[in-house]
């Protein structure tokens, strides 16, 4: 086993947010679940890992009971790790190095939520620690960003009426660009599945 699928972030408590009514792609759980049964045929590891601030208050507190995994995602609970971090990035605050390394990995395929943050962050790590990876744009799912000088707390129709808001389809054009050819090889789920159907 050389290759690991991390799934990153892919959990209710973003459902459970007033933006996910302006998710890039609110069916994004479809293109994860095509991810992970590709990598169980392959016979790779699949991490699923979610995003936790114990005692926020907020939605990604494990109190409040969002952080698991959206309910339509296909997880097996035997022989697949679970693990939570607190940092942007699926490295800095977990054990995930030593899980795949004592494994002999050294390929990832990362897909999840938010392109540009979460995963985005994971690719830029994943590559600097000597890993190669495949970052499936269109598994992954983000939001419309606000302006650095736009008021804090603003609604989500306050959001998207802003003209300097940058758009949820500009964020992940942003994000191909920045990570190709630099960290990671950009393909699509369905280059993925083309990939694995290659004779070997």
């Not at 699949?46 to 936790?52: A, F, M, P, T």
């Not at 000088?149 to 500009?170: C, K």
Request: hydrophobic fraction near 40%; glycine fraction near 6%.
């Amino acid at each position: 086993m050389t290759r690991a699928l991390i799934v990153i972030d892919v959990q209710e408590s973003f459902r459970a947010r007033p933006l996910w009514e302006a998710i890039s792609d609110p069916k994004i759980a479809d293109k994860v679940n095509r991810l992970v049964r590709l990598a169980r045929r392959a016979g790779d590891l699949v991490v699923w890992v979610l995003h936790s601030e114990p005692g926020s208050g907020g939605v990604f507190d494990p109190a409040l009971g969002h952080v698991r995994p959206l309910e339509e995602l296909e997880r097996r609970e035997d022989g697949e790790l679970l693990i939570h971090k607190s940092s942007h990035n699926a490295f800095t605050t977990t054990n995930l190095e030593q899980l795949l390394s004592g494994r002999g990995v050294r390929e990832l395929t990362l897909c999840g939520i938010r392109t540009e943050q979460c995963v985005e962050t994971t690719a830029r790590i994943a590559s600097d620690l000597g890993y190669l990876v495949t970052f499936v744009i269109d598994a992954t799912a983000t939001n419309p960003i606000p302006h650095r000088d736009a008021p804090s707390g603003q609604s989500l129709a306050e959001l998207l009426a802003d003209p300097r808001t940058l758009p949820a389809d500009e964020v992940i054009r942003r994000t191909e660009y920045a990570l190709a050819g630099r960290f990671a090889t950009i393909a699509t789920v369905d280059e993925v599945e083309a990939a694995a159907d290659l004779p070997a």
